[in-house]
């Protein structure tokens, strides 16, 4: 089987849980490290899927991997390599289809509620749950291309994800381990102490509870992954 492909925009960033499960289900898998200037590939010939992790850049940033990577993007889809983003990741599979990326109307840091649609490919993807404790660290937001099904929503972001068949685009992350959420807080603790933002959390309250949350949000992201890679090429 050719390896899925997982590229990480910031060191702090990774595959987190999702490295963890390819492991766990003897899926190959690689990773390209965008901060540390490895290449995009210019096709999709061998990889079996696309994995876009999060990041502190914008997707309207003029930077050199961006129009490679929404490029690729648009090859996996039109060639049925299927492609999964996490916030970051999530953009750029939007750009990549024509929709757009805007500032949300505030920063969401931490955990919060993720409210699942009732629709047919929110089934698929979420099975019977209807809300889940999610991971957000994220100001921007994007619009719906043609042909997605909304399948999240939360308090303070209308569009938190949404499937265009095998590919799926998050804003969330629901990759996080805990070794994860507190890397992030390390990384970016200045942007959480500046923030005025109801929908950023504190050191403390990201903190509490930790293993719980990312217990129950790792069998959450278990269900989401096993879909996923049942559209994995051969």
């Not at 849980?17 to 200037?37: A, C, M, T």
């Not at 999709?44 to 990577?69: R, T």
């Not at 068949?165 to 603790?189: D, F, I, N, P, S």
């Amino acid at each position: 089987m050719k390896p899925v492909v997982v590229f990480r925009h910031a060191q702090c960033e990774g595959a987190g849980y999702l490295g963890f499960f390819l492991n766990q289900n003897e899926i190959p898998w690689r990773e390209v490290r965008i901060d540390l200037g490895e290449d995009i590939p210019a096709t999709v010939d061998q990889c079996s899927g696309l994995v876009f992790m999060g990041g502190p850049m914008s997707v309207n940033d003029e930077l050199p991997w961006i129009p490679k990577a929404t490029k690729l993007i648009q090859k996996a889809i039109d060639q049925d390599v299927p492609v999964i983003g996490h916030c970051l990741g999530g953009q750029l599979i939007s750009k990549a289809l024509g929709a757009h990326v805007t500032k949300n109307p505030v920063e969401e840091i931490g955990w919060g509620a993720l409210h699942v649609h009732e629709n047919e490919d929110a089934k698929k993807w979420f099975g019977h749950t209807k809300q889940f404790l999610g991971f957000h660290w994220h100001g921007k937001t994007f619009s719906l291309p043609s042909g997605a099904t909304p399948l999240l929503s939360s308090q303070y972001c209308e569009n938190q994800a949404y499937a265009i068949g095998k590919h799926l685009a998050m804003q969330c992350h629901v990759e996080m381990t805990g070794v994860l959420v507190r890397q992030w807080y390390h990384c970016w603790a200045s942007q959480v102490e500046s923030s005025v933002s109801p929908a950023v959390q504190t050191k403390q309250e990201m903190l509490e509870n930790l293993s719980s949350r990312v217990k129950q949000l790792n069998q959450q992201a278990h269900a989401i992954y096993a879909e996923w890679i049942l559209g994995l090429s051969a």
